[in-house]
């Protein structure tokens, strides 16, 4: 296949996505489903059809909560204006809304029409839902980030015509308090990320969640308690077994569902996104939804509360903008799918149960200058600096200068010699430790990336995703920190 063909070989072509309005919250919930439906509405207006599944909420009927909380958003403004006056007209041909709920088995769409429909259809399954929150409930997390995979394979294997199953995953789903390079590869049924931990069992800790719900139930705890003791648990579970909090076992766990819930044949890609922050280009730049998981550095630093902060040159954060991670699963899709070769490299890569397997970290690993927290705060100031916030009073913000301790121990002393010891105040304080002793191998996206250069077609810049050709400076001044600050502020006053 050319590169050229990819916006050709996405016509007539029908697609089962998930995760396009998030599951609990946006906070912290990169919504790359969206995007990811928003680019093929663009590039392809000849999309058979693109079926979304979204949580039923309140009395809106499917088609009012589409345009609520999908195409009524900003990030489709470059879409509507292409279509002007035909653009709903063109949602409601293209676009089928279906309510269902990916933690229910069927993904809960009762509507059996509709359901045989999709069977009968649908050629890709791109499941993009997941609770991100780290320190989620764990009854929560395993339905969504563990179970949701299984519902969404299970209803994969019954489409006649699938291509290609689809699965956002993270990259930190392998990262553990020992140093390495992480690898693309696939877990292994029942693996852990600590060697002297029992063998991880789902059936088993699906069973301990219920029992422990029971318990609470029988204690008439409340739902405040129950809430506390199902962090709790995930967090314990989490830690027995290696991964560093709930998200990223539960997620683990869903790749796991994944290895052992496929039919003989049926092509995999999974993607696995480093930090991902807002659109480098497109549909337009520093398009946002939630706060990142370095934006509350950006945020206390323009409010004058960051006097300190754990981390070094050294504390490297892997970053990716959105648009650039659904543009590396759009080209592997294509790729995988419509090529005759089930590789970028032509080589079949098949593990024991004959299953075909794609994995790709994306991530910023590859660039010439790699960001880190420092690097990230002294942007922060500088755009400050020149953009103050006001506080309530109406008084501009004064930028404090964060003094960065190299190591927990330095940053310890700190906290004791100024804050615990000499007086007993408030204080604005934030210590959180960025040495991730991991990096992530991109060999296979890095396979992908040459692959569409050696083509040299216009669709390389349409669907760019190399790191490299990002000027972070120019970014983060201009593009992220400014629609960080606009989200926020809206987001802010829209609740107040």
């Given at each position: 296949m050319e590169l050229n063909g990819i916006v050709q070989s996405l016509d007539n072509t029908s697609i089962l996505v998930?995760?396009?309005?998030?599951?609990?919250?946006?906070?912290?919930?990169?919504?790359?489903?969206?995007?990811f439906v928003e680019k093929l509405l663009r590039v392809q207006p000849n999309m058979k059809q693109l079926f979304l599944l979204l949580r039923p909420a309140d009395a809106s009927s499917a088609t009012q909560r589409l345009r609520n909380d999908v195409t009524g958003k900003e990030v489709f403004r470059v879409l509507r204006k292409k279509h002007g006056l035909g653009f709903d007209s063109f949602i409601s041909e293209k676009v089928t809304p279906v309510f269902g709920d990916i933690s229910l088995e069927n993904l809960g769409i009762k509507d059996s029409a509709l359901r045989k429909k999709i069977h009968k259809e649908v050629q890709i399954v791109a499941n993009f839902t997941a609770t991100t929150n780290l320190d989620e409930r764990y009854d929560v997390a395993l339905d969504v980030n563990t179970m949701g995979a299984k519902h969404v394979f299970d209803l994969a294997e019954k489409c006649e015509n699938l291509e290609m199953i689809l699965q956002k995953s993270t990259a930190y789903i392998h990262t553990?308090?020992?140093?390495?390079?992480?690898?693309?590869k696939p877990f292994d049924i029942c693996q852990t990320m600590k060697e002297t931990s029992k063998i991880l069992d789902i059936d088993e800790e699906r069973r301990l969640v219920r029992d422990r719900l029971n318990e609470l139930k029988a204690a008439q705890a409340s739902k405040k308690q129950e809430t506390?003791?199902?962090?709790?648990?995930?967090?314990?579970?989490a830690k027995l077994y290696g991964w560093q909090n709930t998200y990223a076992i539960t997620k683990a766990m869903g790749e796991m569902i994944i290895s052992r819930s496929l039919k003989?044949?049926?092509?995999?890609?999974?993607?696995?996104?480093?930090?991902?922050s807002s659109t480098y280009r497109e549909p337009f730049p520093g398009w946002i939804e939630g706060v990142k998981t370095f934006d509350p550095f950006v945020i206390y630093s323009g409010r004058g509360k960051l006097p300190c902060l754990l981390g070094n040159h050294e504390s490297f954060l892997d970053i990716i903008p959105g648009d650039m991670v659904v543009n590396a699963v759009i080209v592997a899709m294509v790729n995988h799918t419509k090529s005759n070769n089930r590789s970028v490299s032509g080589v079949d890569e098949e593990d024991e149960n004959h299953n075909y397997r794609y994995i790709y970290h994306l991530g910023s690993s590859a660039n010439r200058e790699k960001m880190n927290i420092i690097k990230v705060v002294k942007y922060a100031c500088e755009?400050?600096?020149?953009?103050?916030?006001?506080?309530?009073?109406?008084?501009?913000?004064?930028?404090?200068?964060?003094?960065?301790?190299?190591?927990?121990?330095?940053?310890?002393?700190?906290?004791n010699d100024n804050y615990v010891l000499p007086k007993k105040r408030e204080c604005n304080l934030i210590g959180v430790s960025l040495n991730n002793p991991c990096s992530f191998d991109d060999s296979a996206t890095e396979e992908l990336r040459m692959w569409m250069k050696a083509n040299g077609s216009e669709e390389a810049d349409m669907f760019d995703f190399d790191p490299k050709h990002i000027d972070w400076k120019e970014y983060m001044l201009n593009i992220h920190i400014p629609r960080l600050m606009k989200y926020v502020i809206e987001g802010f006053n829209s609740t107040n």
């Open positions: 998930t995760g396009s309005t998030g599951f609990l919250s946006k906070t912290n919930n990169t919504n790359l489903a969206i995007v553990g308090e020992t140093p390495g390079v992480i690898l693309e506390a003791a199902m962090k709790e648990l995930g967090a314990e579970r003989r044949n049926i092509p995999v890609e999974i993607a696995r996104p480093t930090i991902v755009y400050f600096c020149k953009n103050p916030l006001m506080d309530k009073h109406g008084n501009v913000v004064d930028i404090v200068k964060t003094v960065f301790f190299p190591t927990m121990a330095s940053f310890r002393q700190h906290i």
